[in-house]
């Protein structure tokens, strides 16, 4: 039995996790879980699964938890703060810690996963994209284990040899016969809108995907195609893919995950039905496979399959994202806290949907720090950076 935590047991991917280990509980045990804020949702998770710990990063909602699982006599420990997580992310009992707490709150206690060994399914791609040279230093040098759980890179994951999956971000693609990886992406919801009409598109119409269920900021993300970016700079650092070994194509069907081009001409693509619990499965039971809880493919009602490439002129947060990577680690760090900023702005409406892609070049074009070494080096470059963008949101009227 596998003994797990799930970082952001509340949120999407956490939810989804707990369906999967619901339905195999001779298979894994919930140890501890984590979350933010959303006390309720907790509270529900404790009385099915009564882990030994429960961290909630806001101190209050932690207190509320407390009281409300002593009423039910349920003896969870209930702990606040991020240094209660990062403790909970290093248990010496974890065999598996679930990384799916959204953005740079999900930094630290990934890299406290990493420093005590542990086997980490990764959501959070913030983790890579800001601290991606310390990040892969640390998994080396810990010798932990990434099985990614994104949906594109657990796609590439599935289809690569084994020796690749044993050692990512380690060895050469090349060398193990894989002459490109291939990141399919769905366009998200704005994809068929004009690049005139795209100023005036709302937070509602961004977060409602034609294709996946996602929380409210990979929604943005989505609709912006940052999200698209952002792997491209995963996928770089965890399969140690070089600029002309991967490429981006727009896949409106969201039936092909990802692909790998092989030397001899095969291609080979993982495919299935827009369900996270795919992913989170293969993940949880590697190398077996379990029962997901997910739909099956039905080919005879599939019509099409279409791939398209992409238009950064449409989407230009798409292009910052790859040209960040090409810049160095300060780059990639500036440009994700300027993302998460002004992406919060535009869902609190402070801020037209043009104007991420807008802020995030300005944010990238007037930094100037040193390349980092350190993770304090980066935690710094992300605090001037939030509090920079902060003020040019501030300044913006309409």
């Known amino acids: 039995m596998k003994k797990i935590t799930i970082l952001g047991s509340t949120g999407s991917i956490g939810i989804n996790t707990i369906s999967i280990i619901k339905k195999h509980p001779d298979l894994f045990k919930i140890v501890a879980l984590v979350a933010n804020k959303n006390f309720s949702t907790m509270l529900e998770q404790c009385v099915f699964f009564s882990p030994d710990w429960v961290a909630m990063k806001n101190e209050k909602s932690a207190n509320i938890l407390r009281t409300k699982l002593k009423e ?6 209930v702990l606040s703060g991020t240094k209660e997580i990062c403790a909970l992310a290093s248990l010496k009992e974890n065999d ?18 990493i420093c005590a060994g542990k086997t980490i399914l990764l959501a959070n791609k913030e983790s890579l994209i800001a601290c991606g040279c310390v990040f892969m230093k640390a998994l080396s040098y810990n010798r932990a284990r990434i099985i990614p759980i994104d949906s594109e890179h657990n796609a590439i994951f599935q289809v690569l040899p084994r020796f690749l999956q044993k050692n990512l971000g380690k060895v050469s693609l090349k060398e193990n016969g894989v002459k490109s990886i291939i990141l399919t992406g769905s366009g998200g919801p704005l994809y068929h809108l004009k690049k005139e009409d795209l100023p005036f598109v709302t937070p ?15 929604s943005v ?29 727009i896949h409106p069907q969201s039936i092909i995950h990802s692909m790998v081009e092989y030397v001899d001409g095969s291609v080979l693509a993982q495919l299935s039905v827009p369900d996270m619990k795919v992913a989170i499965s293969y993940a949880m039971a590697f190398p077996k496979r379990i029962v997901s809880g997910s739909n099956f493919l039905n080919f005879k009602k599939l019509k099409c ?6 238009n950064f002129a449409q989407f230009p947060c798409l292009k910052l994202a790859i040209d960040a990577f090409a810049s160095g680690q300060s780059a990639m760090t500036v440009l994700n806290a300027a993302n998460e900023v002004s992406v ?14 807008e802020i995030n070049s300005d944010m990238l074009i007037s930094s100037d720090f040193l390349e980092p070494t350190s993770i304090e080096e980066i935690l710094e470059i992300d605090k001037k950076t939030r509090i920079k963008t902060k003020k040019k949101i501030s300044s913006l009227i309409y």
């Not at 039910?72 to 420990?77: D, E, H, L, V």
């Not at 399959?305 to 992409?310: D, I, V």
């Open 72 to 77: 039910k006599k349920i003896k969870t420990q």
């Open 96 to 113: 598996y810690v679930v990384s799916a707490i959204v953005g740079m709150a999900g930094l630290l206690p990934t890299l406290s996963a």
């Open 204 to 218: 509602k119409q961004t977060c409602t995907h034609p294709n996946w269920s996602m929380g409210k900021k990979i």
């Open 221 to 249: 993300d989505s609709a912006t195609m940052i999200n698209k970016g952002l792997e491209y700079i995963e996928a770089r650092w965890l399969f140690n893919a070089s600029d002309n070994e991967i490429d981006i194509l």
């Open 305 to 310: 399959l279409n791939f398209f490439e992409p």
């Open 344 to 357: 919060s702005a535009f869902l609190n409406s402070k801020i037209r949907f043009d104007k991420i892609s």
